[in-house]
C-alpha cells in the first residue's frame, strides 16, 4: 500500500469517469452514472489500498476485489487501465462487436478481474465465498467487495451478509455504493433501505456511513486494520457525479451520452478545478 496524496486520487477519479464517457459513448452503452457515482472508491482502492500488482495480475497474495454492480463494468476496466493491468488503447474493446471488455464485468482474458459479476445479489456470496478460502488455508491477502444499493433488496445479499460475521471473516470489507437511484426509480419508492447502516451493524458488521466522494474521510475508512468482524461502509454517493445534468438524475442509469451531451459533459469533466 502506498501513501497517495488525495489530489492525485482525486484526478484518478476524474480520468476514471472521463475515460467511462468515451468508452460508453462509443459502444453505445449505458451505466455512465453507475460508474460516476463509485468513481472515487475505485480511485482509492486501486491508487492506494489493495495489494496488488498490475505487472503481475495473478499474485497470488493479492487483495480480491468483487464488483458486484458489474452493470459498472466500465469504471473497473477504466481503472485497471489507468493502473496499467493492461494498455488504455484496449479501452476500445469495450461493448463493441468482438471485443472482449463486455458490458458486465467479466474476468476472461481481462488482467486484474478476478470474478465475473453483473447478475445482481450474487457478488456478496462471492467474496463471502472468497474470503472463507483465504481465512482456510491462512492466506494474507483480503477481500473487498462494491456493492450496489439496489442489490440490497436481494435476498442472497442478506443471507451472505448473515454469514459473514458467523464465520468471523475479518478480513472482508464491503462497500454500499449509497447513490439512492436503481434501475426503474429512486431508491426510497422501489423498497426503502433506511436504516441502511442499523441492518448491516444489527447483522453483525462493523459498519460506518461516510460520504463516498470526500476521499480524506473515505480513504482512512477503506486502510483501516482488520478487525474481528467483517466491515461495511455505507458510501452515500450521487448518481452521475461530476457532471451537472447527470447528478442525482435516474435517466443516466440507462442513457447513452452522445452528441451535444457528451461534449457538455467531457467539457465539464475536463474543466480546470
Known amino acids: ?50 495489494r496488488v500488482r498490475p505487472a503481475e495480475p495473478d499474485w497470488p497474495d493479492r487483495d480480491r476485489f468483487v464488483m458486484s454492480k458489474g452493470h459498472a463494468a466500465a469504471g473497473l476496466y477504466a481503472v485497471l487501465a489507468l493502473r496499467g493491468f493492461f494498455p488504455k488503447t484496449r479501452l476500445a474493446e469495450f ?10 464485468v467479466t474476468h476472461k482474458g481481462v488482467p486484474g478481474v478476478d470474478v465475473s459479476t453483473g447478475s445482481l445479489g450474487h457478488g456478496l456470496a462471492l467474496s463471502v465465498g472468497l474470503a472463507t478460502g483465504a481465512a482456510r488455508i491462512g492466506a ?20 451472505a451478509a448473515l454469514l459473514a460475521p458467523a464465520w468471523k471473516l475479518s478480513r472482508l470489507t464491503v462497500v454500499v455504493d449509497f447513490n439512492k437511484i436503481q434501475s426503474l426509480g429512486r431508491v426510497d419508492e422501489v423498497v426503502p433501505l433506511e ?57 443516466w442509469h440507462y442513457r447513452t451520452p452522445r452528441g451535444e451531451e457528451f461534449e457538455r459533459a467531457l467539457a465539464e469533466l475536463e474543466r480546470p478545478t
Open 1 to 50: 500500500m502506498t501513501d497517495t496524496p488525495v489530489v492525485e486520487l482525486e484526478r484518478l477519479a476524474r480520468a476514471i469517469r472521463v475515460e467511462t464517457l468515451h468508452m460508453v459513448s462509443r459502444g453505445g452503452a449505458s451505466h455512465v452514472g453507475s460508474v460516476f457515482s463509485c468513481a472515487e472508491v475505485l480511485a482509492c482502492l486501486y491508487a492506494s489500498v489493495l
Open 195 to 251: 436504516p441502511l447502516a442499523a441492518k448491516w451493524r444489527a447483522f453483525g458488521w462493523e459498519t460506518d456511513e461516510v460520504d463516498g466522494h470526500d476521499i480524506p474521510a473515505l480513504l482512512p475508512l477503506l486502510e483501516r486494520p482488520p478487525g474481528n468482524r467483517p466491515r461495511c461502509i455505507i458510501a452515500h454517493t450521487v448518481k452521475g457525479k461530476g457532471v451537472s445534468f447527470m447528478e442525482d438524475k435516474l435517466l
Open 95 to 104: 461493448y463493441a462487436d468482438g471485443g472482449s471488455l463486455y458490458g458486465h
Open 140 to 159: 494474507p491477502w483480503r477481500v473487498f467487495a462494491l456493492l450496489s444499493d439496489g442489490e440490497c433488496d436481494e435476498g442472497s445479499t442478506w443471507e
